[in-house]
């Protein structure tokens, strides 16, 4: 069984910068593909990063340039550096892992909000 569980979320006026955790609770860490997720009031759920176990990195058309995903598989960690955030960030964010084997069977976070003001 997996558990995920982020942090991280806060407050930060526009330009400003923060960085989320994800811990994964489990086994098989190396081995999960893990997305960063994130959702606006009355919008649908989108993809912002992913990283793979080779630390093979993508991201959204949006982010680009301003986020950073990262992994440190020896502490079964996940992060989201975020620089310059606009209000538009502003979104609950989600961690997601799934392995490629069972691409399927995907466990979430609970997910931490965070605000940018203007």
């Known amino acids: 069984q997996v558990e995920l569980a982020e942090s991280g979320g806060g407050l930060v006026q526009a330009g400003g910068s923060l960085r989320l955790s994800c811990v994964f609770y489990g086994s098989g860490f190396g081995i999960n593909v893990m997305d960063w997720y994130r959702q606006a009031p009355e919008k649908q759920r989108e993809l912002v990063a992913t990283i793979t176990p080779g630390a093979s990195t993508s991201y959204a058309d949006s982010v680009k340039g301003r986020f950073t995903i990262s992994r440190d598989n020896a502490k079964s960690m996940v992060y989201l550096q975020m620089n310059n955030l606009k209000p538009e960030d502003t979104a609950v964010y989600y961690c997601?892992?799934?392995?490629?084997?069972?691409?399927?069977?995907?466990?979430w976070g609970q997910g931490t909000q965070v605000t940018v003001s203007s």
């Open positions: 997601k892992a799934y392995s490629l084997v069972r691409p399927s069977n995907a466990y």
